[in-house]
């Protein structure tokens, strides 16, 4: 009985042993799936504004968080240019719409809009050197909501820029380097 127990005591170790080793080979505490023995460096050119629209400093803020954010979430060395995995693209959409009227209640007036959304687009090309299966192309979109009936654009631009950023990196790192 002691033998039994013994050898499915082995293979339990075993088998837990193996599972752990391939969990660290594949995963991290952040979420990505990068082989840093054969991916370690990356870089990000400068982000145009193609859109139209925006504050001036639109596209180095963009630049600046992403790099930022890759930074801080992986273990990749940011290099000036040809890092193992390569970010570029531009900011091709920025636009201020309604989304919700609100009725004036005086017939000699027009309904006013109760909601305007900020809509900002993200083109990003991704070259992945080392395993070139995962490079893309593709945009990334977000949105946020505001009442113009309380702030204007100007008061609350930077925040809903902020946040919408935030949003696009974290969907461009998921695409990327977490491969969900």
Do not use: H
């Amino acid at each position: 009985m002691t033998l039994i127990k013994q050898i499915l005591r082995t293979c339990f170790c075993l088998l837990a042993g193996l599972s752990l080793y391939a969990c660290s080979v594949s995963y991290s505490f952040t979420g990505t799936n990068i082989n840093y023995d054969i991916i370690k460096t990356f870089s990000v050119e400068n982000f145009f504004n193609d859109s139209g629209g925006g504050p001036a400093n639109m596209e180095q803020l963009f630049t600046e968080s992403l790099k930022d954010f890759y930074q801080r979430n992986t273990q990749l060395e940011l290099v000036r240019s040809n890092g193992d995995l390569q970010f570029s693209g531009a900011i091709n959409r920025y636009t201020i719409a309604p989304q919700a009227t609100v009725s004036t209640q005086d017939p000699n007036l027009p309904d006013r809009a109760g909601q305007m959304r900020l809509t900002i687009g993200v083109e990003v090309e991704y070259v992945n050197t080392v395993e070139e299966e995962y490079s893309l192309k593709r945009t990334f979109s977000f949105f946020q909501d505001y009442d113009p009936r309380t702030t204007s654009i100007l008061q609350v631009e930077g925040q809903l820029i902020e946040e919408i950023f935030e949003s696009i990196i974290q969907d461009i790192f998921t695409a990327t380097v977490a491969n969900w």
